[in-house]
Nanobody, 120 residues
Framework: QVQLVESGGGLVQAGGSLRLSCAAT????????MGWFRQAPGKEREFVAA????????SYARSVKDRFTISRDNAKNSVYLQMNSLKPEDTAVYYC?????????????WGQGTQVTVSS
């Protein structure tokens, strides 16, 4: 059974930093693309960042590029999202996603989410 468990969310002031982690079990981790998505109240879930199985291909939403960094450690079956220069508009529930070909497929694997709140 595949499980993705996020951690590291919390309350931070604008300009601060947080590091999210996602631990995966039950899958051949290095074979999966990993992504981070977020959903703010009243809004649709949106893409944040993605990383290929080997870690050599990265992509970011324009709104977070140059502030957020996605990385992975295949030996630890984990993916991370380092978030710097946080803004109130980054407030959302952040979800980890695993897909064998692409990220974002609702039929692939998702974590339960971790809340990030950025105060102004």
């Amino acid at each position: 059974q595949v499980q993705l468990v996020e951690s590291g969310g919390g309350l931070v002031q604008a300009g601060g930093s947080l590091r999210l982690s996602c631990a995966a079990t039950g899958l051949t981790f290095s074979s999966f693309h990993m992504g981070w998505f977020r959903q703010a109240p009243g809004k649709e879930r949106e893409f944040v960042a993605a990383i290929s199985g080997s870690g050599d291909s990265l992509s970011y939403a324009r709104s977070v590029k140059d502030r957020f960094t996605i990385s992975r450690d295949n030996a630890k079956n984990s993916v991370y999202l380092q978030m710097n220069s946080l803004k109130p508009e980054d407030t959302a529930v952040y979800y980890c996603n695993a897909g064998p070909r692409v990220v974002g497929n609702p039929n692939d694997y998702w974590g339960q989410g971790t809340q990030v709140t950025v105060s102004s």
